[in-house]
């Protein structure tokens, strides 16, 4: 069974920082993509930044110059630095990666709160 578990949420004034971070764990072969999702309620879930196994990312036009994602393969870990935070950045942040272990499944965390005070 694989568990993708994150940390690193909190509440945060408008212009502050937080870094999330999401450690895969069972019986991993490999892991391709991983990426971060957020839902704000009322909202569909939306990407919000995606890393391949190869190091190529892509964010969510939002967050562009101000999120950064990055991976520890060594650790299974996913990580997103978040500066100048938003107000709009207030969601729920999930945690998702595509891992090779009895097959090829897609997994999600539970989620983290951030919530960024104007």
């Known amino acids: 069974q694989v568990q993708l578990v994150e940390s690193g949420g909190g509440l945060v004034q408008a212009g502050g920082s937080l870094r999330l971070s999401c450690a895969a764990s069972?019986?991993?072969?490999?892991?391709?993509?991983m990426a971060w999702y957020r839902q704000a309620p009322g909202k569909q879930r939306e990407l919000v930044a995606r890393i391949t196994s190869g190091d190529s990312t892509n964010y969510a036009d939002s967050v562009k110059g101000r999120f950064t994602i990055s991976r520890d393969n060594a650790k299974n870990t996913t990580y997103l630095q978040m500066n100048s935070l938003k107000p709009e950045d207030t969601a729920v942040y999930y945690c998702n990666a595509w891992v090779v272990a009895n097959g090829f499944e897609e997994y999600w965390g539970q989620g983290t709160q951030v919530t960024v005070s104007s």
């Open positions: 069972g019986s991993i072969f490999s892991i391709n993509a």
